[in-house]
C-alpha cells in the first residue's frame, strides 16, 4: 500500500481494504442471498480456499515467520500491510556527524572525500 500526500486516494485504498472483509463477511451483509449472487464458482472457491488457510493458520502452534510460506495468501496480506514504521533517528545520527567532519578547518573537502569520512566514521561506532 502506497503512501499518498493525495487524500482521496489513500482513502479510496483504505476503502478498498475495508470493504474487502465487508463484503463477504455474514454479519455485515444485508442478507446471505447477497453473497452467493455476488459470488461464482471460482470467486467462491477462492474465498472459501482463503478461508480455509486464515483458520488454519490461526491454530497453528508454530509462532515463525517462515510459517507463512505454508499460506501464500496470508503471506501476500501480510507483506502488503505489515510494514515497518520509518524512523529519523539513524539520518539524524548521520547528519549530526556531519557537522563535526565538515568543519571549517575542513571546509575545501570534496563530496567524495567528505562522504568517506562521514561513512567512516559512523561506521567507526560499529
Known sequence: ???NNDDGESDESDNDFYSSFNKFNPATSSNN???SDTL???ESRQL???NLQVL???NSK??????LDDFPN?????LKYNTTLPSSAPVERLFSGAVQVFTARRNRLNDHTFEMLLCCR???RY
Open 1 to 3: 500500500m502506497s503512501v
Open 33 to 35: 442471498s447477497d453473497i
Open 40 to 42: 461464482d464458482s471460482s
Open 48 to 50: 472459501n480456499l482463503i
Open 56 to 58: 488454519t493458520y490461526f
Open 62 to 67: 508454530k509462532k515463525e515467520l517462515d510459517l
Open 74 to 78: 496470508i503471506k501476500q496480506f501480510f
Open 122 to 124: 559512523s561506521n567507526n
